[in-house]
């Protein structure tokens, strides 16, 4: 029967059994999956492990921070930063079709991992090749993104469907037969912190996915504004364990009028997506304390220049999806 100690061990000797005395890096999104995909190899193969963290720009406020000090303070990690929000910008300049965004952010993930590669061999040219990628695929997002029997291709999850043809590594993905709760489980048997194991789900092609439109860098510090205030309000209120996850989105291309002290706007709508769900298969929309959503209405009209409205997602999963793209 199914045990974390199990599946633990299962996939540490399988890990070492295939890298050997080979290299692995590691992508780190400051998600729980990610970070339990690293914890488990890191326990296979030691130093042989090297995380990467993208900064791809499309992270939320103080992410990439939280990322630095969290993960490395809870294992003891080999990290290297990769500052890379100019690439993806620059990649992502003009589209606005949501399935090539997540192709491009996946492409460009790749050829940053191979850019890091590339340098971690050179500063150590001695050791062994660095020829494994671990990624932190759930289950769900195999079959979402086409990969199990019988299921239409939804989204291409950065880390499925978005992979290049000619991908230079082998996948080590020792949680692709795992539901996000057991996916916890193992994280917290393997000793991880609270704050990672509870994180709530946040997707690899960040506010990318969460733009409807193109994505700019002002489109994105704004959305990152409204984010930020909509995460300080919900945890305020007390409610992240009670929802899965909140996606803040901004509707790039709507404009609506609106009224600010005398004069007229024509502003940007942001939409609240609060979910609860029990593996992101299926979801049902969070009824929200009405005080909670007005104090983030409020908030984000009065703080967020360009926005002027503020929606409330009220549709589950099916037929919806949780992200917007
Ligand atoms: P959807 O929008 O498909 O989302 O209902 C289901 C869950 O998956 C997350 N999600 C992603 N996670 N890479 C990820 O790591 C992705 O490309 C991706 N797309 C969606 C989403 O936040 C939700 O928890």
Redesign the pocket.
Known sequence: SWTTGSVIEEQVAEIRARVGSSRAICGL?G?V??AVAAALVQKAIGSQLTCVYVDHGLMRKGETEQVEKDFVAATGVQLKVVDAQERFLAALAGVSDPEQK?KI??REFIRVFEQAQAEIVAEAPGDHPVEFLVQ???Y??VV?SGGGTGTAN???????G?LPDDLEFQLVEPLRKLF?DEVRMVGAELGLPDEIVHRQ?????GLG?RIVGEVTRERLDLLREADAIAREELTAAGLDREI??C?VVLLADVRSVGVQGDGRTYGHPIVLRPVS?ED??T?DWSRLPYDTLARISTRITNEVAEVNRVTLDITS?PP??????
Do not use: C, Y
Request: zero cysteines.
């Open positions: 999104s998600g999956d990610s997540r952010i996946g932190g695929t759930l769900p997002d979402e939804i989204k291409s999850h950065h880390n499925v978005g996000k789900p946040f997707p690899g092609p996915i899965w996850q996606p769900s992101a298969m979801a999963k919806g999806t949780i992200e917007w793209e």
